[in-house]
């Protein structure tokens, strides 16, 4: 049953990332340096490996949390959506900010893929003690 939960966590952190990145898509592809095709999307829209990536990616986040919520006795709805919101807002987050500091990416781009951070990972938090 655990993994069930942790596919559905992940499966619902992807579904996030689609809805984010849709609606910031325009301002993200301008800062993040993405070469775009003609069509106004990336230049890799066809390649599916970012997608496999991104959602094996989610997998291990909401299997790791799910691990983190057992041993914090993170078991309530409130608890999952805080918890899930203060990992990804004061762990993911500042790493991209490491990392996007010194590469002199742009502070938009953190705004954006941070939030994502903290959004997708409120939600993995909810699914995670929703079961």
Aim: aromatic residues 12%.
């Amino acid at each position: 049953m655990e993994l069930i939960n942790v596919l559905v966590a992940a499966a619902v952190g992807f579904g996030v990332g689609a809805v984010w990145y849709g609606v910031f898509s325009k301002q993200w592809m301008a800062v993040s340096g993405v070469t775009v095709g003609a069509d106004g999307k990336p230049a890799n829209n066809s390649d599916p490996m970012p997608f496999i990536m991104g959602f094996l990616a989610m997998v291990l986040v909401a299997g790791m949390m799910r691990h983190v919520f057992a041993l914090s006795d993170i078991d309530t709805l409130g608890k999952g959506l805080v918890s899930g919101f203060g990992i990804g807002l004061f762990l993911a987050a500042p790493w991209l900010m490491i990392c996007y500091g010194f590469a002199g990416r742009p502070r938009q781009l953190l705004l954006i893929d941070g939030g994502y951070a903290a959004i997708g990972s409120a939600a993995i938090g909810l699914v995670l003690t929703a079961f």
